[in-house]
């Protein structure tokens, strides 16, 4: 009767935090954000600003990236998660053809099985962190930027070159891989394969970052 109880009062526990994950996402925005170009002029490699009112547990870093791992385990990311590019003012056939780049872009996933594993609320807050930093960024070939929170590791690798990007581009990206990973009790990374090449996902809180061979 109480082992009944018990796991009665756990899978209580499991479905609300799953709920309260799911709302959360639901809540969340994706913004509009350019893909990743690559940088050839001056400019620092740095860590992203911490938001106004970020809880103290959140940290930002910078990395390199320290796990080789296969493209035979990726797969095409489902075109609704292919960010779009913003432009001051554009036709309606330059829409057109911007949509139909989008969906064509080569950005692969892939989700594996980690033990231990970070909490899928541990990760909502980086994702909204990241979300709410609004920085604009410059990555060096090879290195990453890391942002932490309790059990959970967000990253963003340049696999090949160094680029510039914003914190509204990897939010989105680490708001995917917590849609198709995540929530299904897994860690993962998103892998952009067009120039300049990049990488992002999460992982537990101070596992090495993974790499691809994409270059």
């Known amino acids: ?25 639901q809540r969340r925005s994706r913004k509009k954000a350019n893909r990743p170009r690559k940088f050839s002029g001056a400019g620092a490699f740095r860590a992203a600003n911490r938001p106004a009112g970020a809880p103290a547990d959140y940290k930002t870093s910078i990395g390199k990236a320290s796990r080789k791992r296969s493209r035979d385990g990726l797969k095409r990311v489902p075109p609704e998660f292919i960010d779009p590019v913003q432009r001051l003012r554009r036709r309606e056939f330059e829409t057109l053809q911007q949509l139909r780049r989008q969906v064509s872009a080569s950005d692969f996933f892939e989700c594996y099985n980690a033990n231990p594993r970070p909490t899928a609320g541990d990760c909502d807050v980086v994702i909204d962190q990241v979300l709410g930093s609004g920085d604009d960024l410059i990555v060096s070939a090879n290195s990453c ?67 691809y061979d994409v270059c």
Do not use: H
Request: with cysteine; aromatic share 10%.
């Open 145 to 211: 930027l890391v942002f932490t929170y309790r059990t959970c590791q967000g990253f963003f690798c340049s696999l090949c070159q160094t680029l510039s990007t914003s914190t509204d581009f990897i939010g989105n990206q680490l708001d995917t891989v917590d849609a198709l990973c995540v929530e299904n009790g897994q860690t993962g990374s998103i892998v952009g394969e067009d120039a300049p090449q990049w990488d992002a996902g999460f992982t537990y809180a101070g596992e090495g970052l993974p790499s």
């Open 1 to 25: 009767m109480k082992l009944l109880i018990f796991l009665t009062l756990f899978l209580g526990i499991a479905l609300a935090l799953e709920t309260a994950s799911l709302e959360a996402r």
